[in-house]
């Protein structure tokens, strides 16, 4: 079993990521899809058409607390779903409590104990890992065990499906904090689990679930309004692209030295930004926001604003910042960063250019 610390840091990614910085309705707009919900009478089934999994899960546990959640991706930059259990007398209070707070208010410290307080209150009850079946042979041959490339150290291997290798895992959960009422219900909804594995199904994995091997062909503007074009990767031999929202408090915290860097990359490296929340060129107040973070961060580099063109990568993005390696062709190489990293960016730009 993980450690509550190493617990506590995944919840960070899972909570914040997708609840403070705003990818909620990123998610939610996914779902609707991508997600197919059949109501038959005493159970729903969810078809999750980017994992290519189908959930039977009766409403009496619905009501327990149970819930689908996903797909995301998870810190090892594999798709994955989750089944969660929530009680919700709590955790709808402590979500509701944090979005009620000016953006000012919300310290680390209280992002910190939001955290601690869900989970205590919400565990992850099943999640299904997907890997590449060429990925998942060369790991297993290479010596590694199907839980080592989970984030769980009880996964197994569940299944194959349209080129993956599924590993499954059931955490082992701690009750801490849990009073008698709550403890009776998780445990319950612990118990329907095993019966919710067996009744897991097997479909086709939709396209849009998948990161694109290469960037769409598009036209848009810049911050400076001047006209961009894919052609712009042709110009490098590596494009740093940082996927960012002007809602987002970890994508503001690291643009200053996002600026920096710009400033002293190779010649033949880039970074460029992808603005994911101006709606469109009459969208004045996400530029007029966007525009006052670059000025303020001192960062000078090129910024996009995002359009239609840019659907099927932005269709994929699981949130803010998401940060991707394209080559001049504009293919896209190595894996995205989910999450703030820019100690990652550079390494991963530093392997590159020595071949690793």
């Given at each position: 079993?993980?450690?509550?610390?190493?617990?506590?840091?995944l919840?960070?990614?899972?909570?914040?990521?997708?609840m403070?910085?705003?990818c909620?309705?990123?998610?939610?707009?996914?779902?609707?899809?991508?997600?197919?919900?059949?109501?038959?009478?005493?159970?729903?089934?969810?078809?999750?058409?980017?994992?290519g999994?189908?959930?039977?899960?009766?409403?009496?546990?619905?009501?327990?607390?149970i819930e689908?959640?996903?797909?995301?991706?998870?810190?090892?930059g594999?798709?994955?779903?989750?089944i969660?259990?929530?009680?919700?007398?709590?955790?709808d209070?402590?979500?509701?409590?944090?979005?009620?707070?000016?953006q000012?208010?919300l310290?680390?410290?209280?992002?910190?104990?939001?955290?601690?307080?869900?989970?205590k209150?919400s565990k992850?009850?099943?999640?299904?890992?997907?890997?590449?079946?060429?990925?998942?042979?060369t790991?297993?041959?290479?010596?590694k065990?199907?839980?080592?490339?989970?984030?769980?150290?009880?996964?197994?291997?569940?299944?194959?499906n349209?080129?993956?290798?599924?590993?499954?895992?059931?955490?082992?959960?701690?009750t801490?904090?849990?009073?008698?009422?709550?403890?009776?219900q998780?445990?319950e909804?612990?118990?329907?689990?095993?019966?919710?594995?067996e009744n897991?199904?097997?479909?086709e994995?939709?396209?849009?679930?998948?990161?694109?091997?290469?960037?769409?062909?598009?036209?848009?503007?810049?911050?400076?309004?001047?006209?961009?074009?894919?052609?712009?990767?042709?110009?490098?031999?590596?494009t740093?692209?940082?996927?960012?929202?002007?809602?987002?408090?970890?994508c503001?915290?690291?643009?200053?030295?996002?600026?920096?860097?710009?400033?002293?990359?190779?010649?033949?490296?880039?970074?460029?930004?992808?603005?994911?929340?101006?709606?469109?060129?009459?969208?004045?107040?996400?530029?007029?926001?966007?525009?006052?973070?670059?000025?303020?961060?001192k960062?000078?580099?090129?910024?996009?604003?995002?359009?239609?063109?840019?659907?099927?990568i932005?269709?994929?993005?699981?949130?803010?910042?998401?940060?991707?390696?394209?080559?001049?062709?504009?293919?896209?190489?190595?894996?995205?960063?989910?999450?703030?990293?820019?100690?990652?960016?550079?390494?991963?730009?530093?392997?590159?250019?020595?071949?690793?």
């Amino acid at each position: 079993m993980k450690s509550k610390k190493s617990l506590i840091k995944l919840g960070s990614a899972i909570f914040i990521s997708f609840m403070l910085i705003g990818c909620e309705e990123t998610n939610i707009e996914k779902q609707e899809k991508t997600q197919t919900v059949t109501d038959t009478s005493n159970s729903e089934i969810f078809e999750s058409h980017e994992t290519g999994l189908i959930f039977h899960i009766p409403k009496e546990y619905q009501e327990k607390g149970i819930e689908i959640e996903g797909p995301n991706i998870d810190e090892k930059g594999h798709n994955s779903i989750r089944i969660n259990y929530y009680y919700k007398p709590i955790t709808d209070k402590l979500f509701n409590d944090l979005m009620a707070l000016p953006q000012e208010e919300l310290t680390e410290q209280i992002q910190q104990e939001f955290i601690e307080n869900m989970y205590k209150h919400s565990k992850c009850l099943l999640e299904i890992t997907l890997i590449e079946e060429d990925e998942y042979n060369t790991a297993i041959k290479s010596g590694k065990k199907p839980n080592e490339l989970s984030y769980w150290n009880n996964a197994e291997e569940f299944g194959k499906n349209d080129g993956y290798v599924y590993l499954i895992a059931i955490p082992d959960n701690d009750t801490d904090g849990m009073e008698t009422e709550e403890k009776a219900q998780y445990e319950e909804c612990l118990s329907y689990i095993q019966t919710a594995k067996e009744n897991i199904e097997f479909t086709e994995i939709n396209e849009l679930g998948k990161l694109p091997k290469q960037m769409p062909k598009f036209i848009t503007k810049d911050l400076k309004g001047n006209t961009v074009t894919e052609n712009i990767f042709a110009e490098k031999d590596l494009t740093v692209v940082n996927i960012w929202g002007t809602f987002c408090n970890p994508c503001i915290e690291e643009m200053p030295e996002l600026g920096e860097w710009a400033k002293i990359m190779p010649e033949n490296v880039q970074l460029i930004g992808i603005i994911s929340d101006i709606a469109n060129e009459n969208d004045t107040m996400h530029y007029n926001l966007a525009v006052e973070i670059m000025e303020k961060a001192k960062a000078d580099f090129t910024q996009l604003i995002v359009n239609e063109d840019f659907e099927s990568i932005m269709y994929w993005i699981p949130g803010v910042p998401t940060t991707l390696f394209v080559d001049k062709n504009g293919n896209i190489v190595g894996k995205p960063i989910i999450g703030a990293d820019v100690d990652g960016y550079k390494k991963f730009v530093e392997n590159y250019l020595n071949g690793k």
